[in-house]
């Protein structure tokens, strides 16, 4: 049985604090991953905008870099009120504890309704739009029975199993995961779904700004939070390339466990599934089969999160000192298409890591650095 107890630690922002933490994130060419670079660079947002231009402009930027404005963060801030959501950093208490862990947790995170389920043990359940009677069933069945003993269900609010879950863990706790901003959820006739989660005891929970319609190529960034979210994800009758075989294999990636519950091989709707068995998932046919493997997993919260906080020194003197031109061509023809480790750089051109560490920075700014899963970098196409 997991400890449902909230676990509250981290340092909340201050107003002034969270405006520049929303304009960095919603700036051009800052993803999660530069956010946080920044942030320990430069020792705070403010101190980070201010740098922005210079940073792209050496990176090779061929045009301005768009900085979000006050009035722009101000504005979503308001428009957050308006709907009771509001957005919590990931230094903050209420940040979900497990999505700290993983590399790229979203900096800024806008959520609505009972924020202490955040906090909890959390089982994804995620499976078919198109779902049988029997799988949807099945779906509620483990939705209540992990709920039942301390844990939040997250999932995505799609039709079918996802409905499944978030129905049946609706007094329980349960997290909707969103690809759109919180005031665009999907699907629409889920909408009455999502304000009786937030208006109970679940929580929606969105890293994309206000207004934002989802888009096709939004939906895996979902999945990633519900993987990250959650301690082990249940995959419920899927197809072949289907959203819910990226959840799994995104949580597999993050060291999460991965349980898929076995169907007809003549079932279109179960050759995912049977396929994650075949790759090693957990063999799921009853609700113990869940709550026995993550039994010791769930003792286990909090344990090595990545936290970014503000150091309120601005970065010091010597972080705002670029490297000289011959050591920023080394470090970049060091780079090429295929994706290195930063630490494989740093020993091949003999540089300091901050002195690397800046210079990609300059140029994942400039729109000229890829990121990969694991800390891998490359140079854009093109380049």
Known sequence: MPDGGARRHGIAL??????????????????????????????????????????????????????????????????????????????????????????????????????????????????????????????????????????????????????????????????????????????????????EIVAGEGLAVSEMPFGWEPRARDFPRRNRLIAGISHGVVVVEAAQRSGSLITARMAGDFGRLVFAVPGSPLDPRCHGTNALLKEGAIVTTSSEDVLEALAPLARLEGHGETMIEESGDDGGAAALLPPDDSDRATIISSLGPSPVEVDDIIRHTGLSASAVYLVLLELDLAGRLHRHAGGLVSLAMGD
Not at 34 to 57: C, K, Q, V, W
Not at 87 to 100: H, N, T
Not at 132 to 144: L, Y
Not at 168 to 176: K, R, V
């Open 14 to 195: 201050t107003d002034r604090q969270r405006i520049a933490w929303l304009r960095l994130i919603r700036s051009d060419n800052v993803g999660p991953s530069t956010f946080r670079d920044l942030i320990n660079h430069f020792g705070s947002a403010e101190a980070a905008l201010t740098m922005l231009p210079e940073l792209s402009s050496r990176g090779g930027a061929s045009r301005a870099i768009r900085i979000a404005s006050v009035e722009e963060a101000e504005r979503e801030l308001d428009a957050a009120r308006r709907h009771g959501a509001r957005f919590v950093g990931i230094g903050e208490p209420d940040y979900p504890p497990a999505l700290r862990q993983i590399d790229g947790a979203p900096p800024l995170l806008a959520v609505m309704g009972h924020s202490p389920v955040a906090l909890r043990p959390s089982v994804g359940i995620v499976g078919s739009r198109n779902a049988s009677i029997s799988g949807a069933k099945f779906a509620a069945m483990i939705a209540r029975d992990v709920g039942r003993v301390g844990y939040a269900v997250t999932s995505g609010l799609a039709r079918g199993i996802d409905t499944a879950a978030h129905r049946a863990s609706m007094e329980t706790g349960t997290i909707a995961v969103l690809a759109g901003g919180l005031d665009r959820p999907y699907p629409p006739e889920n909408v009455p779904l999502l304000k």
